[in-house]
């Protein structure tokens, strides 16, 4: 049984980002990024880098999620910050790119386990204030802090999920490259961009 941490996370959300939360992202409004100094630039090691995405159920056709309408999202590359497969579609591309890319789960978020769908004891989420499918939870595991998703809840157990939500679906990202610049001392020594008032933690 994982012991679970009564505390509610904020709402479902997809993030392509790997150092945050599977369920949360972060927009970066652009800042700091010079034309001049980006033109001739490529995607590499070390480049902060701003995209825009669409991203889409490769099986059904759904759309899952979209960055139009709000600030790109930025990201440093060779930090792992990405998934695998897209980092390496994005690798060597230039300022006002554009294209596709189909990654497979072993690139994105990995095969769904059935051995990460397990039942707690309701009594232990007796602090939450709401207990419903969707709610997500954090529990300590002995790797660490882990994230679930309620999936089922009965009259003495609930039921919780720990694979990412899209994890064993592949997945059709559209890219196009909005901005670039190399990246500051600071946010190399931390691992990842950051926002227009520095930090963002």
Do not use: C
């Amino acid at each position: 049984m994982l012991p679970v941490v009564a505390h509610v996370m904020s709402p479902l959300r997809v993030n392509i980002l790997r150092t945050l939360s599977p369920w949360e992202y972060i927009h970066f409004p652009a800042q700091g990024f010079q034309h001049s100094e980006y033109r001739t630039m490529t995607i590499a090691k070390n480049k902060v880098v701003s995209i825009h995405f669409k991203l889409v159920d490769a099986e059904s056709g759904d759309l899952i999620e979209s960055s139009k309408g709000s600030a790109p999202m930025a990201y440093l590359h060779g930090a792992n910050n990405l998934m695998p497969g897209m980092e390496n579609a994005l690798e060597g591309k230039s300022v006002g790119d554009e294209f596709q890319v189909t990654i497979a789960p072993e690139d994105a978020y990995g095969p769904h386990h059935e051995s990460g769908i397990q039942t707690v004891p309701l009594e232990a989420l007796k602090d939450l204030e709401k207990i419903e499918v969707g709610v997500v939870l954090t529990a300590n595991t002995e790797n660490g802090p882990a994230n679930l998703q309620i999936i089922e809840v009965g009259e003495t157990e609930v039921t919780v999920d720990a694979n990412h939500p899209l994890a064993g679906r592949t997945l059709i990202f559209d890219i196009s490259v909005e901005e670039m610049r190399d990246a500051t001392a600071e946010e190399l020594e931390h691992g990842h961009a950051h926002g227009p008032e520095g930090h963002h933690h």
